[in-house]
């Protein structure tokens, strides 16, 4: 059964750092590109960061540059997300997600699908 799992969300200060961590299994995800999404409370689903087959080839939201990183570990069929100077506004349900196509960038966020149960991000004031 091929399934992602987030991990390390939880409640932090404004100016505070978290890593989450998504773990697939199932199958290989070393030649997909896999992207974080977020979702605040009454609001769609956003997309947060992207990375590539390449890991060197990463994408960020307008709202993340510069705070957020995105980085995966295909030994361990795991990608990251290091985000810090966290803000009151990032506060929401993290997903992990993926397109199951190999060699393929997804742009669209229907094109992802295979997605995790979340993780909250909570950002306190």
């Known amino acids: 059964q091929v399934q992602l799992v987030e991990s390390g969300g939880g409640l932090v200060q404004a100016g505070g750092s978290l890593r989450l961590s998504c773990a697939a299994s199932g199958r290989s995800f070393t030649n997909d590109a896999m992207g974080w999404f977020r979702q605040a409370p009454g609001k769609e689903r956003e997309f947060v960061a992207r990375?590539?087959?390449?890991?060197?080839?990463?994408t960020y939201g307008n709202s993340v540059k510069g705070r957020f990183t995105i980085s995966r570990d295909n030994a361990k069929n795991t990608v990251y997300l290091d985000m810090t100077s966290l803000k009151p506004d990032d506060t929401g349900v993290y997903y992990c997600?993926?397109?199951?196509?190999?060699?393929?960038?997804?742009?669209?966020?229907?094109?992802?699908?295979?997605w995790g149960r979340g993780t909250q991000v909570s950002v306190s004031s």
């Open positions: 997600a993926a397109a199951l196509r190999s060699y393929y960038t997804p742009l669209e966020i229907s094109e992802y699908k295979i």
């Open positions: 990375i590539g087959w390449i890991a060197d080839v990463a």
